[in-house]
């Protein structure tokens, strides 16, 4: 075969600089040797049956073209119905709601539309990766509020003092991914003030809406006075409904912002996956009058006890977390100079993968945490328990 000529690779001046997420980087180690997945944030509970019936008939039913770029009308209907009773938010459907390629596709459009390269957007740390790289990817910049551990309070003067002339929007996770932080909605209402006051955009992730435990509440921005008209509120169903491949999110906003969001949404994606579109439909609707989503937090919270027991039994610092599915614990007892040495001993000594704390902060922060998901399959979770509570 002749010799292929050596083409330099041209990358663009932000790749170099990228890097595996270790929490991908976790879920190869744990594979490798034959772990339990506490790393990686998929729920791999069952589908509900409605939801899987829902796909799998419209895949039958020829359902498999492109839909309208928003979605389907009935899906968007029945998010604003869900917005409504469950959120307090009013939405119409037609001009105020979008379904998008999972929670990730509306943040990414969302900034396309609203944001321009140099912007500054504000952050809370501890931080999901991918909301700070997302930003980082469209040459957007990053400003980091930290919050105050071992609580995560929100501090409104460190958020005053990151705003700049520049600063654009503040993004929030609540139930936040690490730290299953819930706003409060003091916390919120200081936020909206400060939006309010530099005239920002305040973009929300509520994917864990639904899971949030021993009675805390979760409260959605856009619901606080004055907020509805500079509030994106995003959220979707890969996690309520364990369908994190099905790439099913929606976004509200503002009549006025969503024809730009859905532009560029059209673009990157054309329209989120018909079938799924129709689990959704059919999962929103068939399950909004059950005791779903009263189950889903009990079976949650019962086995986010079970795995903070565990942790705590292996020396772990593991405080129990208000929302979210995850345990972020102090893990300084395991061996290891940094966050991600720590989980390789872990995997090593235990089998048990966990996602190192440094992913989740600024370099050289974050050193000695672990975060160990709990939205597991019964089997999985107690094996992983099981194998902590033997390497005390
Ligand atoms: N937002 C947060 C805070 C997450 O933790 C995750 C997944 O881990 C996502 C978004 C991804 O959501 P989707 O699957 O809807 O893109």
Not at 97 to 117: E, F, I, K, R, S
Not at 122 to 130: A, C, L, R, S, V
Request: glycine content about 6%.
């Amino acid at each position: 075969m002749p010799a292929r000529a050596q083409v330099p690779a041209r990358l663009s001046h932000i790749a170099p600089a990228v890097v595996q997420s270790e929490i991908r980087a976790m879920s190869v180690a744990c594979d490798a040797a034959g772990g339990v997945n506490l790393a990686q944030g998929i729920c791999d509970t069952p589908v509900p049956a409605p939801v899987e019936q829902g796909a799998i008939e419209a895949i039958r039913a020829g359902l498999n073209i492109y839909t309208r770029l928003d979605g389907i009308a009935a899906l968007r209907e029945a998010i604003a119905a869900k917005l409504q009773q469950h959120n307090g938010i009013t939405a119409d459907p037609d001009k105020e709601v979008l379904v998008t390629n999972g929670a990730t596709g509306a943040l990414y459009t969302t900034l396309l539309a609203l944001l321009n390269p140099g912007d500054e957007v504000i952050f809370f740390e501890p931080f999901y990766g991918y909301h700070v790289s997302t930003v980082l990817s469209l040459r957007m910049v990053a400003q980091v509020v930290p919050l105050t551990a071992p609580d995560w309070k929100l501090d409104s003067d460190a958020l005053r003092a990151a705003v700049s002339e520049r600063t654009r929007a503040i993004i929030i996770n609540t139930p936040s991914n690490p730290s299953g932080k819930v706003f409060s909605r003091a916390e919120l209402e200081a936020v909206a003030a400060v939006a309010q006051e530099h005239d920002l955009y305040v973009i929300v992730d509520e994917i864990y809406e639904y899971f949030v435990y021993d009675g805390a509440e979760h409260v959605s921005m856009a619901t606080l006075p004055g907020m509805r008209e500079r509030t994106i509120t995003i959220s979707g169903l890969s996690k309520t409904f364990s369908v994190t491949g099905w790439r099913i999110g929606y976004l509200t906003a503002p009549a006025d912002l969503v024809p730009a969001i859905g532009y560029f949404h059209d673009l990157v994606y054309i329209c989120p996956p018909s079938p799924a579109q129709y689990g959704a439909l059919a999962g929103l609707t068939q399950l909004a009058k059950t005791s779903f989503y009263d189950d889903l937090r009990a079976d949650h919270q019962r086995k986010r006890d079970l795995l903070c027991d565990a942790l705590r039994t292996a020396c772990f610092q593991a405080p129990k977390p208000a929302g979210a599915y995850y345990i972020f614990a102090d893990a300084s007892h395991i061996p290891g100079a940094t966050a991600a040495e720590r989980a390789r001993t872990l995997l090593r000594d235990t089998g048990v993968a966990a996602v190192a704390g440094s992913a989740f902060f600024r370099e050289g922060r974050g050193e000695t945490m672990l975060r160990f998901c709990f939205g597991k399959r019964d089997e999985d979770l107690e094996r992983a328990c099981e194998a902590l509570r033997s390497n005390p």
